[in-house]
């Protein structure tokens, strides 16, 4: 059965054409059989929805409406609502239909444009989509969302040259700021390469990536890691080094490395001395941790405890908390009372169900960084979560 929705999204159309035949009824541009004829036709159009025959109501108005001026809307709107149905083959000939039928104007048949469009990404024909967007690109209305539609076209396809270039042109047309973006399209295409084997060629992209936009981590990230994949560890220290002032919420993602990079150059007390200027700054947790890592290194069991102990006093964090009760087991080892351990798998419990980012845009929330939302579809909106009172 037909829900009775659709009777009610169909009946506008079942008025808009009694109204239509009642006007050409009225205008005397009909003879009196035409005219008999429309209301017929009309009036089976409504049985058919009464008896949830909308399939056939529709294919009906459709015989009914010539396609002019006074028409194109509901000729627009059948086409809609067959897409939204999922029957795109039809949207797509009622749309093709209003174009190639040479009786609507320049703004009409760009709608209709358009509409062909979203029936073909609808449909999966991302090239033929492509085509009629490119054919709207310049259009002085329309342009800026054939653009946009362009842009999605490319990602889907990863053509990123071709992101970037439409990405210039809506920049160019709408007066906005697209930096960001682009960077991360450069950043795309950089990893690409990369896992080609062509290293120089896609560091030089992340240097692209950084003239679109100062401030893109994720360059910064990816040139350290594929530096220091190529032991060029001074190179890797210098990128990672940079997050802190594009963005000190990223410094999680850079500690680890960054901390190999001092070792690998044998750098311990700038490593040292940087851990302490993090936490000073920005009470990071990670640096934290880091430090503390050194301390236990260097000083033994007791000054580390000491250390965190302390510091958790100051800002408290699920991590440091539970980074201190291991580092109590390992001190007491087999003496450790049965509370400890089960204080350690509770708050390896918590860590373990928690996000530990979220996107500034939709409050989506993950467990893994994504550089587009994967709920709103944003770019550069996902970050470390900040825990509890203490930074990242």
């Known amino acids: ?27 005397g541009e009909k003879r009196s059989s035409t005219q ?33 001026s006074e028409t194109v809307d509901t000729h627009l709107a059948l086409g809609n609502l ?50 009629v967007y490119l054919s709207l690109a310049e259009h002085e209305v329309h342009g800026a969302r054939a653009l946009g539609q362009l842009i999605d076209i490319y990602e889907q396809e990863q053509d990123w040259d071709q992101a970037i270039a439409a990405a210039r042109r809506l920049q160019d047309l709408t007066r906005g700021e697209l930096g960001a973006v682009m960077a991360h399209y450069c950043c795309e295409k950089a990893e690409g390469l990369n896992a080609r084997g062509k290293r120089e060629e896609a560091i030089a992209t992340l240097g692209r990536a950084l003239e679109l936009h100062r401030g893109c981590v994720r360059a910064r990230l990816l040139e350290g890691n594929m530096r220091r994949a190529g032991l060029e560890h001074e190179l890797a220290l210098e990128a990672y080094l940079g997050v802190e002032s594009q963005d000190p919420k990223y410094l999680p993602e850079v500690l680890p490395n960054l901390r190999k990079c001092f070792e690998a150059l044998d750098r311990r007390d700038e490593l040292w001395d940087y851990l302490r200027h993090l936490i000073d700054a920005y009470g990071s947790v990670a640096a934290t941790l880091e430090l503390a890592d050194l301390i236990r290194e260097r000083e033994g069991l007791d000054s580390a405890l000491a ?10 964090s699920i991590r440091g908390l539970h980074y201190l009760v291991d580092l109590e087991l390992r001190k007491q080892g087999e003496r450790a009372p049965g509370s400890l351990r089960l204080q ?24 893994s960084l994504h550089w587009r939302c994967p709920s709103c579809k944003q770019w550069n909106t996902v970050k470390p979560i900040q825990e509890l009172n203490g930074g990242a």
């Open 1 to 27: 059965m037909v829900p009775l929705d659709w009777l009610w999204l169909l009946l506008p159309v079942a008025a808009t054409s009694g109204w239509y035949a009642a006007m050409r009824r009225k205008r």
């Open 36 to 68: 008999t004829e429309l209301r017929n036709h009309y009036f089976r159009g409504v049985n058919y929805l009464l008896n949830e025959e909308p399939d056939k109501a529709i294919e009906l108005f459709i015989r009914m409406l010539e396609v002019d």
């Open 82 to 131: 067959y897409r939204r149905r999922g029957e795109v083959d039809r949207a797509i000939r009622i749309h093709h239909n209003l174009i190639e039928g040479g009786a609507l104007g320049a703004e009409e048949r760009s709608e209709a444009m358009l509409e062909l469009g979203q029936d073909y990404l609808s449909a999966g024909l991302l090239d033929r989509a492509e085509s």
């Open 307 to 316: 250390f965190v102990t302390g510091q958790l006093e100051q800002r408290v």
């Open 344 to 367: 350690r798998a509770l708050t390896a419990a918590l860590l373990e169900d928690r996000s530990l980012y979220q996107c500034g845009h939709c409050g989506f929330r993950a467990k």
